[in-house]
């Protein structure tokens, strides 16, 4: 008996609503970025929800933008510098990434 699940299997209707943030540092050495990355876009493919890739150009997220651009995506924000760990503009992207989704849930 194969333990595997098939993501197609389990999708719903409204899994093309869903909302994912994936934060991930470049510097991570123990979750390759790049490996990580690309299975981020895999999943948002097979959800079928866009993939958005966000690079930690030292400004944080910018809440207008992310309502303009929709938030039924993946967003895969790249941190640079981060190893396998967070940090705080990590954390300030995620609040503001919440604050969005909870006034699109209205």
Not at 40 to 66: H, Q, T
Not at 75 to 93: C, M, N, P, Q, R
């Amino acid at each position: 008996m194969s333990t595997e699940i098939d993501l197609l299997q389990i999708l719903s209707p409204r899994s093309k609503d869903l909302s994912i943030f994936w934060g991930h540092g470049n510097s991570d050495l123990q979750v390759n970025h790049d490996t990580w990355k690309g299975l981020a876009e895999n999943l948002a493919g097979e959800i079928g929800i866009p993939f958005n890739y966000y690079d930690d150009d030292g400004k944080r997220l910018d809440a207008e933008k992310l309502r303009k651009s929709g938030t039924n995506a993946l967003l895969f924000h790249t941190y640079d510098g981060l190893g396998h760990w967070f940090s705080e503009g990590e954390i300030e992207d995620l609040i503001t990434w919440i604050s969005v989704i909870l006034r699109h849930s209205d």
